[in-house]
């Protein structure tokens, strides 16, 4: 725990993720005394020098209410309706709570092309540091109105560990309905006990997740042990905890609640890799043989041309692209100095061979080190 005082003791970036059975119900709509409660304590931390996102569930949650209907909505053009009908409302308590804070909100909504297209990503990145200059905390959600299938995130524990990324947050706090990971269904089972720290995401720990029986929300234990992945693999603590009780945040600024904490290693990548890795969607991709497998894996090596085997996929100079081994194993992602066609005329040859070939200046390296990420990474 010394670690993560350390972490709360620092001037920092910190995602706040409320979850839906906090925020809405299909009856009353929007809890709005405990937004208030919630406003309160960011207020507090902001006055602390702090920047805080918030990642909003419940814009469905407020649209049930005010159309009266029984259940969540199934397909996907109800859910976009109703949640069309209840972000605004969403929106509204939320600015109403933080202005009774003097604090500004800015709403930011998102789909996944905001994290896989690298120029949109850069361009969100930017606007949250304006926002943060300015002392305005982001309310941020799913664009569900606009979002199908393809693009779709999905759920906001994944969002939240996405945009605590972005923005390279030092902690994603995950207010839920449960005070965090048992050994068990509490609900089930009276023995289940509590799990504060998790130091490794081992297949144990993966399979005490279970799904969410709430009929409101989307996500469950399971989504939040993905978060937490994201997070490890980012370098960022992640806290789930139980944001009925309106002191929960204040308590874990004081380094004493009830909740599991995940703690990620010393090792970090570059922002840039992070991307990369997490992120970014192949336009294709290119297969290398043993030797070229054990340089990047083994010696930490830049990819050369005379280790590639093949070619698969029409691609772009400077387009992010898998590397596989000749077995078919996926074993990294980068971005490719060539184009498609490019490495077709040049794959297996040395690298003083390529500018002859090409009939142009080139450099050595297909996927620079700088610019390639592997499994393990």
Known sequence: MQRLKKILQQRNTIVIKIGTALLADKVNGIHTERLAAIAKNVAHMRMLGKNVAIVTSGAIGAGVAALHLNERPKTIPEKQATAAIGQPLLMEAYETAFRTQHQVVAQILLTKDDFTNRGRYVNAKNTFASLFDHGVVPIINENDTVAVEEIKLGDNDNLSAMVATLIEANLLLILS????????????????????????????IERLAKKSKSEMSTGGMVTKIQAAKLCIDAGIVMIIANGKNPETIKTIFEGNFRGTVF???????????????????????????????????????????????????????????????????????????????????????????????????????????????????
């Open 177 to 204: 309905d449960i005070d965090g990971l048992y050994t068990d269904d509490p609900a089930y089972n009276p023995d289940a006990v509590l799990i504060p720290v998790v130091e490794k995401l081992t297949p144990q």
């Open 263 to 377: 703690i990620p290693g010393s090792k970090k990548i570059s922002v840039r890799k992070q991307w990369i890795g997490l992120f970014s969607h192949p336009a294709g991709a290119i297969v290398i043989d043993d030797g070229a497998a054990n340089a990047l894996l083994k010696q930490q090596k830049s990819l050369l041309a005379s280790g590639i085997t093949a070619v698969r996929g029409e691609f772009k100079t400077q387009e992010i692209i898998s590397v596989f081994t000749m077995s078919g194993k996926e074993i990294g992602k980068g971005i490719s100095a060539y184009s498609a066609a490019e490495i077709s005329m040049i794959k297996g040859k040395k690298s003083s061979e390529i500018e002859k070939l090409l009939g142009c200046k080139a450099p050595a390296e297909v996927i620079h080190r700088n610019n390639l990420v592997m499994g393990e990474e």
